[in-house]
């Protein structure tokens, strides 16, 4: 046990001497200069859990030249190192403290540290948006000492690596639905760049657009849009007009047009976005497989099915391709396809896709994940338009639920849940079921969204209906 190592240090204390400094300092005389760099370099990481890769790979990228596993023996024999399973490391609160100030007088601190955060830098760019459980089984051990990078040692990150401890650890909780864990990193960046670099600067726009995509995903749309057009604006007077980060604010900005029900806004920058990328990257590219799948979203949502229909088949075909069969962008694209289809009443074709996009979800990212809610919704629908409403309703209850504790209770998605269960129970004529549902879906639309925006028009025509209906 890790309290062990005080005691065992306590024990090495000569007769003179007493308190664990004074062991640890006759501990520490007695290494090799080695072994002392290696513990100072330990002494870096959180009070955490220690992957011996993380080690290892902070090590490399601080040029070391010694034996590190030779090194580790005598660290763990000294009582300085605990190993807590295979490969798996930790240095008690105490011992860390004393090897801190060790380091300091160390003459190669800076380049420790500088690759130590080199190495935390690898980690943080391997984190992808929508991280799958493998990749955040990889990912957990390395969390707490990206965040010990990102608030102690931001003086050791370059100028290019600055912004990307805070980047990975919130993609590691945003692509999780964790977004409250993911708000303080996506904030943080903000203002560590400003400080850094000022407001004008590629990563103050990046980090404007990563606040404001965090804000789009909390349903908290006017906080995102100023985000996204000081990001578009900053963007191009950088780079010009012709860039693929352009390209990108482009999309996300009609993105959240998309989601107020602003569709007139949004097609042209749809369009924009995927004329440059494939400008850009070629016709055969996932970005472009995105740019098309959003497109052909936004045709869906005005009904005009013919033109999304080819689109979102192309989509899906090209991330088949680049991606292969098993990815969550093709899980995304399975689900919008049946989407239209279920739109158009071609029940029996989106059925199977429905589920296989249900089952690759959680395959991927976890049964616990907005994505997978999602999923539960649209196939809950499927079954409520063929009558199928035993089937259902329990899936519908499911969305909502996960929907309220993941996204909170005045999430967008959560009125339309709620929106989505009054329909049914209306459907089957449980109108005392039913209303006070779509009363609750129509105030969070209206507090949210607007009067004016489409779900909150259909909340609102749909009461009226029931109420009408109801009436003798």
Known sequence: MLADILAQLQKQASAGESGVAAAFELNWQSLESEAQKLACLLSLFALAPIPWSLV???????????????????????????????????????????????????????????????????????????????????????????????????????????IWPFVGLARFYQGQGAYEQALPWREQSLSVVRKRFGNEHLHVATSLNNLAG??????????????????????????????????????????????????????????EALSMKKRLLGDEHPSVATSLNNLAALYDSQGRYSDAEPLYIEALSMRKRLLGDEHS???????????????QGR???????YIEALSMKKRLLGDEHPDVVTSLNNLATLYKSQGRYSDAEPLYIEALVMRKRLLGDEHPDVASSL????????????????????IQALAIAEKRLGANHPNTITFRKNLEDLRRNRQP
């Open 329 to 343: 962008d093709v899980a995304t694209s399975l689900n919008n396809l049946a989407l239209l289809y279920d739109s």
């Open 56 to 162: 290892e790979s902070a090590a490399s990228s601080s040029d070391w030249k010694f034996d590190l596993k030779a090194n580790r023996t005598i660290l763990v024999e000294r009582y300085l190192l605990q190993e807590l399973a295979e490969d798996t490391y930790q240095i008690h609160e105490r011992i860390r403290e004393l090897l801190q100030q060790k380091l300091e007088d160390l003459a190669e601190a800076d380049k420790l540290k500088r690759g130590f955060c080199q190495a935390m830098v690898a980690i943080a760019r391997s984190i992808p948006q929508t991280p799958t459980l493998i990749e955040i089984a990889q990912a957990t051990l390395a969390i707490p000492h990206l965040a010990g990078t990102a608030t102690v040692y931001q003086a050791w990150l370059s100028d290019d690596d600055l």
């Open 214 to 271: 965090l804000y789009h995903s909390q349903g908290r749309y006017s906080d995102a849009e100023p985000l996204y057009i000081q990001d578009l604006t900053m963007t191009k007077r950088l780079l010009g007009d012709e860039h693929l980060d352009v390209a990108t604010s482009l999309n996300n900005l009609a993105l959240l047009y998309y989601s107020q029900g602003r569709y007139s806004d949004a097609e042209p920058l749809y369009i």
């Open 347 to 353: 029940y029996s074709d989106a059925e199977p896709l």
């Open 419 to 438: 929106n989505n269960l009054a329909a049914l129970y209306d459907s089957q004529g449980r109108y005392s079921d039913a209303e006070p549902l779509y």
